[in-house]
């Protein structure tokens, strides 16, 4: 009997470790979202020479973008179409909140700065796909 529930234990134990195993290798790589949307904030403040007021609203802005962005990369398997349509709106909603915060000048240097596609080399990238 204590050699049964031994051996029912043993499984048990291994059935939750591979379970548990599983489910964090298959789980997307996060970023670092307070170090990304530091690096874009950098990059935009040279290209675009932003003031020492549009920094730290920038930066909330573009981190608040990214946490979204990360909530739906599971549908970007799951469902595309879905994905599509968040990610869409999501971007529409971040153009929106830069457009009041950067200049006419600015802004329109910002949708110059959009990579022709996804470039991994590139940080702004996260901001365009």
């Known amino acids: 009997m204590k050699s049964t ?3 029912l234990f043993t499984s048990c134990v291994i059935i939750i470790f591979s379970a548990l195993s599983f489910t964090a290798y298959s789980q997307a790589p996060t970023m670092n979202i307070e170090g990304t949307a530091a690096s874009i904030v950098s990059k935009l403040d040279k290209a675009l020479i932003l003031s020492e007021v549009q920094k ?13 962005k990360i909530n739906i990369q599971d549908l970007q398997k799951t469902n595309e179409k879905a994905y599509t349509t968040k990610l869409n709106s999501m971007q529409n909603g971040l153009q929106s ?3 009041p915060l ?6 329109s240097e910002f949708l110059s700065l ?5 470039d991994e080399t590139n940080v702004l990238s996260q901001l365009f796909y």
């Open 5 to 7: 529930l031994k051996k």
């Open 56 to 68: 730290p609203k920038l930066s909330t802005i573009v981190a608040n973008y990214l946490r979204q």
């Open 97 to 99: 909140k830069l457009k």
């Open 102 to 107: 950067l200049s006419l000048n600015q802004y």
């Open 114 to 118: 959009k990579p022709k596609t996804f």
